[in-house]
């Protein structure tokens, strides 16, 4: 596990932008994780900028998303499907076929969730998997107390994820109680975890999944079992972890050859 602190999310957004890069640009097959959320919101916005500018290309990659609300009906605006398209996909050479997320609207939610995951395998898993970190350390949809062996499935949200994401609804009470989500486990199969925390709300969060104890408690802290696994922060975020300054030296030393 690698972490790095930024000086802000611009540049927490660069960096994991120039992961994807490598990623695009190295691999004939790339598969990315995609994660919605406020998080990667900048990020994506860098990766849509070097497309338009730079030329970076997205068509030869295939992509995933973590998860999805059950329930909600085709249309709205907060499914995931269409958070991604809208944030990200839409804007890019990305083949829309290729982008797959679970679907929270299947008849037979169960069977999905296998589905699903049968998908990722059969694609030889991710390459690079985007997450973010809730402010009580879940990560996808798997709320504290989800096994770190977990793979795709059904999902409650608690009541402070329901209330976190409150602010993309009308009201706390119309966002969806269960979800489908990738496991930790599913996650943790993924070759480079690429995990983003931005803002003082999540600086708590952060310094638990890196520096506490490995724990159900507290999903996010498999990036300390991910064989691959590369935490970007910006200051703020960044701000409760114990050894920062030996953070900072890492990074300042780094050598120019080492990729990330």
Partial sequence: MEVIVLPTAADV?????????RLLTTSPDPVLGLATGSTPEPLYQ?????????????????????????????????R???VIRRGLTDHLDLKPEAVQGPDGSSADLLGECTRYE?????????????????????????????????????KTLNALT????SRFFSSAADVPRHVLTQGLGT???S??????????????????????????????????????ATVLLDQAAGAALEHGEYYAEVWANRP????L
């Fill in 13 to 21: 957004a660069r960096l994991a932008a120039d992961v994807i890069e």
């Fill in 46 to 78: 860098e990766l849509i900028r070097r497309h338009r500018e730079e030329g970076l290309s997205f068509a030869h990659a295939r992509a995933f998303t973590l998860d999805e609300y059950v329930g909600l009906p085709a249309g709205h605006p907060e």
């Fill in 80 to 82: 995931y499907a269409a």
């Fill in 118 to 154: 049968q998908s990722i395998v059969d694609a030889g898993g991710v390459d690079v998997q985007i997450t973010g970190i809730g402010s009580d350390g879940h990560i996808a949809f798997n709320e504290p107390g989800s096994s770190l062996a977990s793979i795709t499935r059904l």
């Fill in 162 to 165: 329901r209330a976190d994401n």
């Fill in 187 to 189: 996650i943790l199969r």
């Fill in 191 to 228: 070759g480079h975890l690429l995990l983003l925390a931005t803002g003082g709300s999540k600086a708590d969060a952060a310094a638990r999944a890196v520096e506490g104890p490995l724990t159900a408690s507290c999903p996010a802290s498999i990036v300390q079992l991910h064989p691959h």
């Fill in 256 to 259: 120019v050859w080492q990729p």
